[in-house]
């Protein structure tokens, strides 16, 4: 399918010592697309979601955002990387600061937005992840569930033209992960560019374009949800799907 690439990876290599972690990895997000990148652990996807804005730093291939190549540092990086919204399994909100100070705090430090406009819009998107009511409130007065939308809408705020997520499910309790996964489906159904590394095979199957498997380091398939949860190509995905999928 003809989508204007907006994240590409060439021949990307990562190392963590002699961990070869990231081996050649070929990858191309269209814009509007949903990625789901699945496998087992250490597998290098969560390293590989990490790359895309640079917080991991590779050693060798070219990291392209909407056709530009992107810087190793320095004020391009971080005009870059305002481009790239990311949540992480630990929400990393600020402790200290109410729920509508952490979603409006980057807006007006990074976009220079005005306090007036950026509490305006982050009040727009606490509502669109159902959160507005809790705007005057602390994050450890929320759940965990709470506290991943609140840094989802934080992420929107600064209108990125994509959106990565590393596990944003993993460090909840099960009755949160619903809450959050539905947010997730919204801005997949709202067209928003995803890249999301998860153990949700659900998510994967439903709100995916296509599902990038990884094992050792690799991309071993890059296929349809559909094509790839019911006829897995190689024996690493037969495996990995053999052992979660009768869970």
Do not use: W
């Not at 070869?20 to 269209?30: K, P, S, Y």
């Not at 481009?83 to 976009?111: D, P, W």
């Amino acid at each position: 399918m003809a989508v204007d690439p907006l994240i590409e990876l060439r021949h990307v290599n990562k190392y963590f010592g002699e961990l070869h972690v990231l081996q050649d990895i070929d990858l191309t997000v269209g814009k509007g697309e949903v990625v789901v990148v699945i496998g087992p652990s250490g597998s290098g996807k969560s390293t590989l979601c990490r790359a895309i804005n640079r917080l991991e730093p590779v050693e060798s291939g070219e990291i392209r955002l909407d056709g530009q190549p992107l810087a190793e540092e320095g004020r391009e990086l971080a005009r870059l990387r305002a481009e790239i919204g990311m949540v992480f399994q630990s929400f990393n909100l600020f402790a200290h600061k109410t729920v509508l100070q952490n979603v409006s705090l980057a807006q007006t430090k990074v976009r220079g937005r005005k306090k007036a406009q950026a509490d305006k819009r982050s009040l727009e998107l606490l509502d669109r992840v159902g959160l507005a009511s809790q705007a005057p409130k602390y994050p450890a007065q929320l759940s965990g569930g709470q506290q991943q939308r609140v840094a989802i809408a934080r992420a929107l705020a600064m209108d990125p033209k994509a959106l990565l997520f590393d596990e944003p499910t993993s460090a909840l309790d099960p009755e949160m992960i619903n809450e959050v996964l539905e947010v997730m489906q919204q801005l997949a159904r709202d067209g928003m560019t995803m890249v999301v590394v998860t153990h949700e095979m659900g998510f994967a199957r439903s709100a995916a374009d296509r599902v990038v498997f990884m094992a050792d380091g690799r991309i071993v398939e890059d296929r349809t949800p559909e094509e790839f949860f019911t006829d897995p190509r190689s024996d690493r995905a037969k495996d990995f799907l053999s052992k979660i999928l009768t869970h």
